[in-house]
């Protein structure tokens, strides 16, 4: 098998590189094949510039992307996804796979973005919440469980976004029941749509985080009720597409997964984490920044 990223953002949103320079990036790395998944329009409520991609480009995007799908022929599959917001308007046009995110929660007709700043999110907690984070994480989930029916995804992206700015707990005890059953709760519904659920390291390549999203007790609590998973980066940058993968699939390993799925021109396949780990490291060997 070889390397896959699903998760991938390039200039047509809040990415660092162009489409072209992530899929030689991902060329170089040694992958098999690459997804884009440029975060989808949001409604008027947003700011735009933040992070989401205009409306007016995404036929660009989609050009862009096909492109390269026939210019990469024979050196890598390239497939086009959308990460579909919770709060973005239903997707135009056919895509290969959607990740289904939720960035924010809304409260006093207030939007309120989780992984923006820390003092955005600190504000934002204190004047919404009373600066009751387990409110924040109970408005969270309740949001995140309904993702998969908002957004049409097969896939969820980092499904504990919120917890970005809290390394070593320092907003909230992540342990605390109200957090606990917030977030199984909404897992729990989620894995009744069968979806994949993202190992996504992109937190680790951008210093807020030493380790993985989901945590270690959401993933044995989805493997517990036979949950999948994937892998990916939600890499912004080409020297940041295959970041911390054998953390990720070490990860996935102790926690008791034996499979990574990837997508295929046939659909999603299981491939053995095992083998996974070991590419992960080659690419590493061969200087990749894994």
Avoid at 198 to 220: D, K, M
Avoid at 224 to 229: K, L, M, P, Q, S
Avoid at 253 to 272: R, Y
Wanted: net charge negative; glycine share 10%.
């Amino acid at each position: 098998m070889k390397l896959q990223n699903l998760h991938t953002h390039t200039i047509f949103g809040d990415g660092a590189g162009t489409a072209e320079e992530m899929a030689q990036g991902a060329i170089q790395a040694g992958f098999g094949s690459l997804g884009f998944s440029e975060h989808s329009p949001l409604l008027p409520f947003y700011d735009p510039d933040r992070y989401a991609m205009e409306e007016a480009v995404l036929p660009a995007y989609r050009t862009e992307v096909l492109r390269l799908r026939e210019s990469c022929q024979g050196q890598l599959d390239i497939f086009l996804g959308l990460e579909q917001d919770y709060d973005s308007p239903p997707p135009a046009g056919q895509f290969d796979y959607l990740i289904g995110s939720v960035h924010s929660v809304i409260a006093d007709n207030c939007c309120l973005s989780v992984d923006n700043t820390p003092e955005i999110l600190a504000e934002g907690v204190s004047r919404l919440f009373g600066g009751d984070y387990y409110a924040l994480a109970e408005t969270y989930y309740q949001r995140a469980s309904h993702v998969a029916e908002k957004t049409g995804c097969q896939i969820v992206g980092h499904f504990d976004l919120l917890t970005k700015f809290n390394e070593g707990g320092q907003l909230f005890d992540a342990s605390a029941p109200r957090y606990v059953n917030a977030a199984i709760g909404a897992l729990e519904t989620l894995l009744r749509r069968d979806v994949i659920f993202e190992i996504n390291t992109g937190a680790i390549s951008r210093s807020y985080r030493s380790a993985p999203y989901p945590a270690p007790f959401l993933l044995r609590a989805i493997r517990e009720r036979g949950g999948r998973i994937c892998i990916t980066s939600d890499s912004h940058s080409p020297r940041t597409l295959a970041s911390a993968f054998p953390l990720a699939a070490e990860l996935a390993l102790a926690c008791g997964f034996q499979e990574t799925w990837l997508l295929t021109a046939e659909g999603f396949q299981a491939v053995p984490l095992e083998a996974f780990l070991a590419e992960a490291r080659r690419a590493g060997a061969a200087g990749g920044d894994v």
